[in-house]
């Protein structure tokens, strides 16, 4: 099995420091052979409290400057789990073992991803839209008591506005992290990419939403002349929306400022960022978020490939920032679902949304949509192209005890068998996942891993046990039947 993310991240420090001592600088650290102090800027989810834990990363904030909503002088009881939030922190760290000893946050910034009213809610409550946004509603995804029932399908379009943070998945799409119900006024806010930007229009779209900005702040953006806003991460905040009419498909925000979204304008050894993959320019250069993300021959890569790499692809990514570009040590693949099997089955709806099964685990019910991203053997683009009995790989987010697909990858036929997801049960020797039951008996002791990929013996590993940790399990179709081999924690 690949190895998962191990705190602290030794090799990424020991590069950080290593680069600090080189010379002087504004992001110079600490001594050789003691201690020594990085800058650090990260961003994600906000996991939990006591300090605050970003990503799972626990950061101090005994002096830590809160800013929420562009509100100075916030403070901690401000922010909630599911916020996604920019830290920048000092790390302090011991130069002989590489441990990380403390990460202290110097300030935490929190703005919302979308701000306004909910337009429309799917039935089933896994989507809705808000501001001209498709938002995806996740098995991670965290309904505020705000919300009726802590239910989306409880609210009411044109009537309720929305805070919504999350991360971008890609055009006009949302991967919702935390849900709340605003009351009063809106201050209406819209993160995103730019396209069909018209300059001599003053306007631009970002998914099924236009964006007026004459009149509005736009300092901080390069010259609008010609199409060089296209493609570019920005944050707009509006003064008005109008909702989608006859004749005119999209809602209009009347923006007060256009601003690029970036993680700091300081350059830092150390920058590391979690999201999805929202567009790739090239082999080596891409998008995570609204970060642009560089690799080369020296990244070391966990859970994937280079060519793993697309839209859609859930990564976190750690190493150099400078000028707004991350020059990645390390990219881990941090899909909480990963499977792979043979197609069981598939029923499609239109072509493009449905749900498919795989061997071996007939309770547990993949969905696919239109975000889905498809590629691999014989170039499939939607689901109308996969086939019954074909090898694939799906990475995606849970959902009401299945999976939503982000990413499937139809292989060679093979009788590999990958199956990775967060734990619902577990009573030695079952294993319930994705509502499927899996029967460790025969792995053996050397088989059951810990989250550094070091064998821990089943008795260790089913007493580390605890609903929610994420499971990753291989092993082989023979005879009509799987044979596991390996069980691992992943966090």
């Known amino acids: 099995m690949t190895q998962s993310r191990l705190r602290p991240r030794s ?5 950080a420091v290593a680069l600090t001592a080189c010379g002087p600088g504004a992001q110079q650290g600490g001594g050789i052979g003691g201690t020594g102090g990085i800058a650090s800027v990260s961003t994600g989810p906000v996991t939990g409290f006591g300090s605050v834990f970003v990503s799972g990363d ?4 005994t002096n830590t400057l809160f800013q929420v909503d562009r509100q100075a002088g916030a403070d901690q009881n401000q922010l909630k789990k599911g916020m996604v939030v920019v830290v920048e922190a000092s790390v302090l760290q011991d130069d002989a073992s590489k441990k990380i000893l403390q990460r202290t946050a110097n300030r935490i910034v929190y703005t919302d991803t979308v701000e306004g009213p909910v337009q429309a809610v799917a039935p089933d409550g896994h989507s809705l839209v808000a501001l001209g946004q498709t938002v995806l509603v996740t098995g991670t995804t ?9 239910d989306v399908t409880s609210l009411t379009p044109e009537v309720d506005l929305l805070e919504i943070s999350g991360f971008v998945l890609g055009d006009g799409v949302i991967v919702a992290t935390l849900i709340e119900r605003k009351a009063g006024s809106p201050d209406y806010e819209i993160k995103g990419f730019v396209k069909n930007h018209d300059a001599d229009r003053a306007l631009f779209q970002i998914g099924a939403l236009t964006v007026h900005y004459g009149g509005a702040d736009i300092s901080l953006m390069p010259s609008p002349n010609g199409n060089a806003w296209n493609g570019l991460p920005i944050d707009a905040l509006g003064r008005a929306f109008s909702l989608p009419q006859p004749g005119q498909p999209d809602g209009v925000l009347t923006a007060t400022r256009i601003a690029p979204e970036t993680i700091g304008n300081q350059d830092t050894r150390l920058a590391e960022i979690e999201g999805f993959v929202t567009q790739v320019l090239s082999p080596s250069e891409f998008f995570v978020g609204n970060i642009r ?5 020296d990244t070391q ?3 994937g490939t280079p060519s793993d790499i697309g839209p859609g692809v859930r990564l976190e990514v750690d190493g150099l920032l400078s000028n707004n570009i991350l020059t990645a040590a390390r990219v881990e693949f941090n899909d909480r679902i990963k499977l792979e099997s043979d197609v069981a089955t598939i029923n499609s709806q239109d072509g493009a949304s449905g749900t498919v099964t795989l061997a071996g685990f007939p309770d547990t019910i993949i969905r696919v949509n239109s975000q889905t991203r498809f590629k691999g053997q014989g170039a499939p683009a939607r689901l109308g192209d996969l086939q019954v009995g074909a090898h694939i790989t799906v990475r995606g987010e849970p959902l009401n005890g299945g999976a939503l697909a982000t990413e499937i990858t139809v292989l060679l036929a093979s009788a590999s068998v990958v199956f990775q997801g967060p734990l619902d049960s577990a009573a030695n020797p079952l294993l ?14 050397s088989g059951f891993r ?3 990929d070091s064998p821990i013996g089943r008795i260790a590993f089913f ?12 092993g082989t179709w023979i005879g009509g039947a799987i044979q596991w081999r390996e069980a691992e924690l992943q966090q």
Do not use: C
């Not at 626990?58 to 904030?61: A, G, P």
């Not at 993300?293 to 021959?297: F, G, L």
């Not at 319930?432 to 002791?445: E, K, R």
């Open 11 to 15: 090799l990424l420090l020991f590069i």
């Open 301 to 303: 890569f966990e859970g």
């Open 450 to 452: 810990d989250a550094s």
């Open 432 to 445: 319930m996942i994705l509502n499927s039951a899996i029967d460790t008996s025969a792995i053996p002791d």
């Open 142 to 150: 965290i309904i505020d008591g705000s919300v009726p029932g802590q």
């Open 58 to 61: 626990e950061y101090d904030t």
């Open 293 to 297: 993300v560089r690799i080369d021959a």
């Open 463 to 474: 007493n580390s046990l605890a609903p929610g940790l994420i499971v990753e399990l291989e």
